[in-house]
């Protein structure tokens, strides 16, 4: 690296200008610090040619990231499919829907991966020999995936809740697996107080200004894989609410950089009803977050009752003339349902969070029928699949033979069809 691109970080409240190190709120108003950049540097050093002539991955927008040197955890992380959903939106009466599939994000299924990629490759730069997380679930695999290849030790807090398949996930990279008797607010207190005690490099906690930077890079990829543009509605989940704020933020830094052109857009928030403090507060006409202390819904992944950038997530919102949005359990798997039926994509419920609180924003005139809108779909659906089970059609057991195979299912289904 010749120049800092990177030059601080940033009180989001009061601007004070802080070193590059792992500290997470301003001491003078306990505001969140976020990375500041020389945008007048990057703007005179990439272009869309330059990013294209890259490899495709997450790290070709690295001028717009954290570190100082090169990537060294995650190289391979991003760059996924945006997806031209015209089934989907056929069923649900608009003109254009994209599905940004992070479902198959590398290495562990989820857009958590982008943002330990960066976190991860800060804290080697920082000097971290050990790792950790407060995480509900994505952030817990992909912190133990990306830590193990990296050769470092980590250990991943959760809510002792989660679905099997979040906990294995984690558990078979060998990292230490801390189930907590309580929800999501209470392992997330108990991390800072550890963070701050044994100093280890907490991705979301101490390393918090370097993580949620990687958010950005799904707005970046979703830009350049529409042909260089801005989507005039994007629809992303809320949990922290940190992806929508960085998405809010990704599409401002190419309008800065002269990467793309500035045109209006509207970013919107999904949560699920069980655990919707940002969306309540966003209907309620207030900025104030008011805490879930038992959230209670099948979308885990999400059920965070005190969102740390609740705040800034409406602002960015308002700010656009986005909105917010959220849905029961049941809508949730039939969002789950309609994704995979629709455009064979296999969501998590955070993604069937996300698909049915669109539908619901497409039905009551939020996002218009003859707009144009991208779906943020951030982890795979095997990882939830107790929240399916049972409601999605059964096996037919036959014996291995034609007749059974006639008598029992053909036959049956040429009747039926006609
Ligand atoms: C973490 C997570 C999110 C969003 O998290 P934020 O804290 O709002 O950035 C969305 N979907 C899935 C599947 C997640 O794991
Ligand atoms: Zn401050």
């Known amino acids: 690296m010749n120049k800092p691109f990177f030059s601080n970080l940033k009180c989001r409240e009061c601007g004070k200008l802080y070193e590059k190190k792992a500290i997470h709120v301003c001491e003078f108003d306990f505001g969140p610090l976020e990375a500041a950049y020389d945008y007048d540097a990057i703007k005179a050093s990439i272009s869309r040619s330059v990013i294209e002539s890259r490899p495709q991955t997450m790290w070709r927008y690295r001028e717009l990231l954290p570190i100082d040197g090169e990537p060294t955890v995650g190289k391979q992380v991003g760059f996924t499919p945006l997806v031209k959903a015209d089934r989907l939106a056929k069923a649900f009466g608009i003109k254009t829907l994209y599905i940004k599939n992070d479902t198959v994000n590398y290495p562990t299924l989820s857009f958590k991966d982008r943002v330990v990629s960066v976190a991860l490759s800060r804290a080697v730069e920082l000097g971290f020999k050990t790792v950790a997380c407060a995480s509900t679930g994505n952030l817990a695999n992909s912190v133990a995936a990306n830590a193990a290849a990296a050769g470092l030790k980590s250990y991943v807090l959760i809510p002792a809740d989660l679905e099997q398949g979040k906990v294995l996930g984690s558990l078979v990279y060998g990292t230490n697996v801390i189930a907590i008797e309580g929800p999501y607010d209470q392992v997330n207190r108990l991390c800072s107080e550890i963070a701050g005690k044994y100093g280890w490099g907490f991705v979301n906690v101490?390393?918090?200004?370097?993580?949620?930077?990687?958010?950005?890079?799904?707005?970046?990829?979703?830009?350049e894989q529409l042909g260089w543009r801005i989507p005039r509605h994007t629809v992303a989940p809320m949990a922290?609410?940190?992806?929508?704020?960085?998405?809010?933020?990704?599409?401002?830094?190419?309008?800065?950089?002269?990467?793309?052109?500035?045109?209006?857009f509207?970013?919107?928030?999904?949560?699920?009803?069980?655990?919707?403090?940002?969306?309540?507060?966003?209907?309620?006409?207030?900025?104030?977050?008011?805490?879930?202390?038992?959230?209670?819904?099948?979308?885990?992944?999400?059920?965070?009752?005190?969102?740390?950038?609740?705040?800034?997530?409406?602002?960015?919102?308002?700010?656009?003339?986005?909105?917010?949005?959220?849905?029961?359990?049941?809508?949730?798997?039939?969002?789950?349902?309609?994704?995979?039926?629709?455009?064979?994509i296999f969501a998590e419920t955070a993604g069937g969070v996300t698909v049915a609180c669109a539908k619901k924003l497409i039905d009551t005139g939020k996002i218009p029928r003859d707009g144009e809108a991208v779906l943020c779909i951030t982890g795979h659906g095997l990882k939830t699949q107790e929240a399916i089970v049972g409601k999605c059609g059964e096996t037919r057991l036959i014996k291995p033979s034609l007749r059974e195979f006639e008598e029992h299912v053909y036959n049956k289904d040429m009747a039926a069809a006609v």
């Open 266 to 344: 509207s970013v919107y928030g999904a949560q699920a009803t069980g655990c919707a403090p940002i969306s309540h507060a966003m209907k309620r006409g207030t900025d104030m977050v008011k805490p879930v202390p038992k959230p209670e819904t099948i979308a885990k992944s999400l059920a965070i009752g005190t969102p740390a950038d609740g705040y800034y997530a409406i602002h960015a919102m308002r700010q656009t003339g986005g909105n917010a949005e959220d849905v029961t359990d049941e809508e949730i798997v039939d969002g789950i349902k309609w994704l995979a039926e629709y455009e064979g």
């Open 240 to 264: 922290s609410g940190s992806l929508l704020t960085k998405l809010h933020k990704a599409y401002g830094e190419f309008v800065k950089c002269g990467i793309v052109e500035e045109t209006a």
């Open 206 to 223: 101490n390393l918090r200004p370097y993580y949620a930077e990687g958010s950005k890079t799904m707005g970046f990829e979703i830009m």
